[in-house]
């Protein structure tokens, strides 16, 4: 198992919000040194939520998380020692799951990896501030939201078997090179392999399309992430909303049991939107 | 006979309850916002470790790996009665079979891999199983 930064089963970031009833609760701005270290900053959320005391962020010496506020958001942020390395897998996985923790109880503008300012006060003016109203409205629309990954991956030997059945040039091809050696086949070689790349190609976006109609009436959007491996037959990131739920499960689990001969389905979730936030804020200025 | 890895509660659906690390730097390394970047670099000097785990689809090597793919599907048997839905074309040309035992080796290799994934991350997948398969070394 990969490093969990010392909080295995930790899976609460924030307690939910508060309304003005409990607008008494301490809010911290964190304690930052600004001669010493810099705020990493994960993500950004209404300026109501509240942090579970003792959550902490990246780092080899991990501090607590702590909110920036600036109006109706804030900046989810942990100090962190700019002498240390930062990027370690135990980094990685941190911000993904205090992310993702997050999501699962308020809406999260998510960051990638490695959004660094120098103090709490230039994550106001240099990210907040210039983007306060966007990112508000941001969130509103992210209310009770929530990012899933749908993933389906052949299993080699049927996706080749299908190729193989579906094309005599393949079969061809197989026959010519099978058993004789590298010097003679190169080009025959990259020949076949160039056919069932393009064949694999085609039933990605045939089975793409048909995994995308299957699951479109039970989110609210979705985003194709490319293949990354050969073997991928589809890459899904899907916004659910709290009340599609159950019908979101039943639709991942019914292509999942429909094709389950071809290919295993995993559905990743529920995560933070990251799928579903524009790049680039405004810069400062 | 299900070939699938349900690590989850819902039967075939692999529902893993945290992200791999590969599922991880897909994620966080190349999606969410952006702080624009002078102000990033111009307030620390960190390096960040960033590992592309994409592959490049359309490339020879990758073409090579198809074609070593295909012509070792001879062996594992091409009668696959065994296994619901495969080699429908396949089984009258072709069909000398050789042991079931290593069909199921086979597949059980699939799931394998299937599981590497959501490990390390993609090219320590792709590496374990050239080693399995006997394959060259890259």
Redesign the interface.
């Known amino acids: 198992m990969i490093g969990m930064t010392g909080r295995p089963g930790e899976t609460v970031t924030v307690t939910g919000r508060s309304d003005m009833a409990t607008s008494t609760h301490t809010r911290t701005r964190g304690p930052i040194d600004d001669r010493t270290g810099a705020c990493y900053i994960y993500g950004i959320v209404p300026a109501d939520v509240e942090i579970v005391p003792g959550v902490t962020g990246i780092g080899e010496s991990p501090a607590q998380v702590s909110l920036v506020i600036d109006g109706d958001i804030a900046a989810l942020v942990s100090e962190i020692d700019v002498a240390g390395p930062i990027g370690r897998p135990a980094d990685l996985i941190a911000h993904e799951e205090l992310l993702n923790a997050t999501a699962r109880e308020v809406p999260v503008l998510p960051l990638r990896f490695g959004a660094v300012l120098s103090s709490p006060e230039s994550v106001v003016t240099d990210l907040l501030a210039p983007n306060h109203d966007e990112f508000a409205a941001a969130l509103a629309s992210l209310e009770g939201r929530t990012q899933y990954v749908v993933h389906g991956r052949y299993l080699e030997d049927v996706l080749l078997r299908e190729v193989l059945s579906e094309n005599s040039e393949v079969a061809r091809l197989r026959e010519e090179t099978r058993g004789r050696p590298e010097a003679e086949t190169r080009s025959a070689m990259i020949q076949l392999g160039e056919i069932v790349g393009s064949a694999v190609e085609e039933k990605r976006a045939a089975d793409t399309d048909a995994a995308v109609d299957a699951l479109t009436p039970h989110c609210v959007a979705i985003m194709l992430r490319p293949a990354a491996h050969e073997h991928d037959a589809f890459r899904i990131a899907a916004l659910v909303d709290t009340h599609q739920q159950a019908d979101w499960d039943r639709a991942v689990e019914s292509i999942a049991e429909g094709w389950q001969d071809r290919m295993t389905v995993r559905l990743l979730g529920p995560l933070a939107p990251y799928d579903f936030v524009s790049p680039e804020p405004t810069p400062a200025g | 006979m ?4 349900s690590a ?1 509660s ?7 309850s ?4 590969a ?14 970047a ?3 670099v111009a ?8 590992i592309d ?3 490049v ?2 490339s ?1 090597d ?10 070792r ?2 062996l ?1 048997p091409r009668e ?1 009665q065994g ?8 089984s009258e ?1 072709a069909s000398k079979g050789k042991v079931k035992g290593a069909a199921a080796g ?2 059980e290799a ?2 394998d ?2 599981r590497e ?4 991350h ?1 090219r320590h ?1 792709r590496s374990a199983r050239r080693n399995r398969d006997g394959d060259r070394e890259e």
């Open positions: 299900t070939t699938a890895s989850g819902t039967g075939v659906l692999d529902r893993p945290s992200s791999g690390l599922d991880v730097l897909d994620t966080i390394l190349d999606k969410g916002l952006v702080i624009d002078f102000v990033r307030v620390v000097g960190i390096e960040l470790v960033t785990a994409r592959i689809v359309a020879v990758t073409y090579l790996k198809f074609a070593e793919a295909v012509n599907l001879e594992a696959e296994l619901p839905g495969l080699a429908k074309g396949l040309g086979a597949l699939a799931g891999k299937w994934f959501t490990d390390p993609d997948d």
